[in-house]
């Protein structure tokens, strides 16, 4: 009877260390122990943060729920005092066709019923071009860093549509920009804010300062001259027609 | 006009290779080569050969339009001014309303343009995306792996079993060899007794191992209060299986098109769904990308088949991967900005990294070109301290001009003050983040 216990006891103890050896197994998205998680957690709120547990406490409702949130509809960040630079910055105000609804999916947006990119047509860039050289160089060394680090990988960095998504053969169709060379500032700036085609639209990864820096050097990759003072483009003349616009 | 011997010479190639295709193809010969280029400039804009894009898919759609009912010639005037023929062809107009946005007008374009473009179209054949074995094969090779722990430590059990069976036998044929021999035998001595007797008559060694095991155990434990808060290696699941070799390699996407918070903010920020949307709006990838990339069009709410948006979007739960305790303050704007460092100093080669993304072990780290090598852990506060201590600032924008207004104010103190300071920071050739107070303790707590 006392050797039935005992092997029983042996089977017992053989069956728990499985038990216990099997469920060693670390869970994949754990980043491990933490010495002191009150310090590691804190209920201010920041970007990518789970909210679902602050110190000891655990609201259910802020589980795996977004923390990184978009600004409330029609809320305009502080832009300074310099007036060039908060009219530049101040939201665009031409909207989105109508059609953006399906193509780009503009669901959230306010949208026009007029070919608002026809009408883009009329804008002029309201940034005027340094008249300094080596500022207006420094300024397109700017647009460059912009340009390549945005647009480069489809439309190449010349312009020229062979970008790396291109010679791979990842992507199709984007144009050569020596062959757009009627297309206005307005409407590149609409593009670029909208999207186009198989474009999307930039506007939540560049500002409109940035953009129409990038045009500026869209400019200057079609043409080298673009720019310089002793040709026809007068940057005196770009600022007038700004204020006229605005 | 001008032209090289060299100009001339493929000039006369292509009349050559030409001359050959009209040879093979009499009769039909018009030049396709031209309607193909002629497609990749005006139209692959927005129209593809066998998929419904910007505009709809372009193959046979000539036959489209007559079983349509269009008039002879409507679709050349269409693509010439789209506007003209709608108010010539009922069909045409009804064409007009198939796409929320309107085709450009392409007046320039003569008939026999047109013509060549469509006859270059319908020529094409559509590669037929073959369903990858390779997914099954990975597939089954993780299952083996995981169910192979399994496999061991069933086979431990079976031992554990054996050796105590083993064991009971042994004493049941002790105890009859006791019996059989007359000699009583201590039915009283159990096992831990049986063991101690052991132990005493093999005291030396019994005390030996008994060291060895001691000290071993406190060295595991030592070595693993260290790598708590450790989180080298760690590579969390994801909800789509990202590769950045894909992207930031092959395709050449600068790191800042999708992270391009990290110039601006404290976080590098994870790109949200309409920046993923500006490639694979068009690219619905083959084999078992279709899968993954089918998850970014739910949750950007893209209908593939209709190559329409159905303001149908849900998020996407990634899971964090580099996670720093609230108690430290950490700034991407800083460090790329004014300190200039590059993003595979911390993060490594992603233009490698073929999996999801992880935290990188500092030994990968240091096999980058241009890295500073460090020794301690990846995301530990020795980590970054020794870099601190390593990183020369003049790398940075310390002198230049134009730059951080912060180093240039602490340059000009130095350089106004006393020098004997400059002079002792310069004694190993470099200012370093830390000479600058890289290393007092609210930089980076509070």
Request: charged content about 20%; hydrophobic content about 35%; overall charge negative.
């Amino acid at each position: 009877m006392k050797m039935k216990f005992r092997i029983l006891g042996g089977l017992a103890i053989a069956a728990a260390t499985t038990v216990i050896l099997g469920s060693c197994t670390a869970d994949p998205d754990s980043a491990g122990l933490e010495y002191m998680p009150d310090m590691y957690r804190s209920p201010a709120i920041e970007p990518y943060v789970d909210y679902g547990q602050v110190r000891e406490t655990e609201n259910v409702d802020m589980k795996m729920s977004l923390s990184a949130m978009t600004p409330p509809f029609g809320s305009v960040p502080y832009y300074g005092t310099d007036s060039l630079e908060v009219a530049l910055m101040l939201p665009y105000h031409r909207k989105a066709n109508i059609a953006f609804r399906q193509t780009h999916g503009m669901f959230d947006d306010e949208l026009s019923l007029d070919d608002t990119y026809k009408m883009a047509a009329a804008d002029n860039n309201p940034m005027p071009l340094p008249t300094d050289e080596d500022a207006l160089k420094s300024f397109f060394a700017n647009g460059k860093v912009l340009f390549e680090n945005n647009c480069s990988h489809c439309h190449g960095v010349k312009g020229n549509g062979q970008g790396e998504m291109m010679v791979t053969g990842k992507f199709a169709g984007v144009p050569d920009y020596a062959n757009l060379t009627d297309l206005s500032d307005g409407q590149m700036f609409y593009s670029i804010y909208y999207g186009k085609g198989s474009m999307g639209a930039h506007r939540s990864i560049i500002n409109k300062k940035e953009i129409w820096t990038i045009v500026h050097y869209i400019k200057k990759l079609q043409d080298s001259d673009y720019g310089s003072p002793n040709t026809g483009v007068d940057s005196q003349e770009v600022a007038e027609v700004t204020e006229d616009d605005q | 006009m001008k032209i090289s011997s060299s100009q001339m010479f493929r000039n006369f190639n292509k009349w050559c290779l030409g001359l050959a295709t009209a040879l093979f193809m009499t009769g039909t010969f018009n030049s396709h080569a031209q309607g193909g280029d002629l497609f990749k400039a005006k139209c692959a804009t927005c129209h593809q050969v066998f998929k419904d894009g910007t505009g709809p898919k372009l193959y046979q759609v000539r036959t489209k339009w007559e079983e349509g009912g269009a008039k002879e010639g409507s679709i050349i005037q269409w693509v010439q001014n789209w506007e003209v023929a709608a108010a010539n062809d009922p069909y045409a107009l009804q064409v007009s309303k198939v796409k929320a946005s309107a085709m450009n007008a392409f007046p320039t374009l003569t008939e026999e343009q047109v013509i060549s473009i469509l006859d270059w179209v319908d020529e094409q054949e559509e590669t037929v995306a073959t369903a990858s074995i390779a997914r099954g094969a990975a597939a089954s090779d993780v299952e083996e792996e995981s169910s192979l722990g399994w496999v061991w430590i069933i086979i431990g059990a079976m031992f554990v079993v054996i050796i105590l069976s083993v064991g009971g036998v042994r004493r049941q044929l002790k105890n009859a060899e006791a019996e059989a021999s007359g000699s009583e035998f201590d039915a009283s001595m159990s096992y831990s007794d049986e063991f101690k007797l052991w132990a005493w008559k093999n005291r030396k060694y019994v005390g030996l191992g008994g060291l060895i095991v001691v000290v071993s155990i406190v060295v595991t434990l030592f070595l693993g209060l260290y790598s708590i808060g450790v989180v080298e290696g760690y590579q969390p699941s994801q909800p789509i299986n990202y590769p950045h070799s894909v992207h930031a390699g092959e395709a050449g996407i600068d790191c800042r098109y999708c992270h391009n918070s990290v110039t601006e903010s404290k976080s590098a920020g994870i790109p949200s769904v309409n920046v993923c949307m500006n490639c694979h709006k068009q690219i619905a990838g083959t084999g078992e990308q279709v899968a993954e990339i089918q998850k970014i069009y739910d949750a950007a709410g893209w209908d593939p088949e209709a190559g329409v948006y159905t303001g149908k979007t849900q998020p996407i739960v990634w899971n964090k991967v580099h996670v720093l305790p609230d108690h430290v303050y950490f700034n991407h704007r800083q460090h790329v900005n004014v300190g200039g460092v590059d993003c595979k100093q911390c993060h490594g080669d992603m233009t490698q990294q073929m999996e999801t993304a992880m935290v990188m072990p500092v030994e990968e780290l240091n096999k980058i070109e241009g890295n500073v090598t460090l020794s301690k852990p990846t995301m530990t506060m020795g980590w970054c301290i020794e870099c601190h201590h390593e990183k020369e600032v003049a790398m940075g924008p310390l002198y230049k001009e134009g730059g951080s207004e912060y180093y240039n104010e602490i340059h000009r103190r130095l350089m106004s003050g006393d020098k004997s300071l400059y002079s002792q920071y310069l004694e190993d050739g470099k200012v370093t983040v830390e000479e600058l107070g890289g290393w007092e303790c609210a930089k980076c707590h509070y």
